[in-house]
């Protein structure tokens, strides 16, 4: 899918991206090449955001939930039901 919008890793060498769609790769800066991706919604990721430190992400989608991520392997680490869809994301 397309890209909605992006976040750059603390350190600069990672991007995330997300769009209209349940995933979001995790970029490697210099090679462009995806390093993993962030897969566990069913519906499209509305929000985003890196912890500080880059060892979490967490993302928000209209499928009700958001999600607390391991940024360096992008396993799921917390799902966070919410009553509505999460349209924005701040750590």
Do not use: M, Q
């Not at 397309?2 to 890793?9: A, F, I, K, N, S």
């Not at 396993?75 to 999460?86: F, N």
């Amino acid at each position: 899918g397309w890209v909605r919008d992006l976040e750059v890793y603390p350190s600069g060498n990672r991007l995330l991206t997300w769009g209209l769609d349940p995933e979001a790769p995790v970029w490697n800066a210099s090679t462009g090449f995806s390093e993993c991706v962030l897969r566990g919604h069913t519906s499209a990721i509305t929000a985003a955001s890196i912890f500080p430190g880059g060892d979490k992400v967490l993302t928000g989608s209209i499928d009700s939930t958001a999600v607390i991520w391991d940024g360096v392997s992008c396993a799921e680490l917390h799902v966070l039901p919410h009553a509505t869809w999460v349209i924005g994301a701040v750590v």
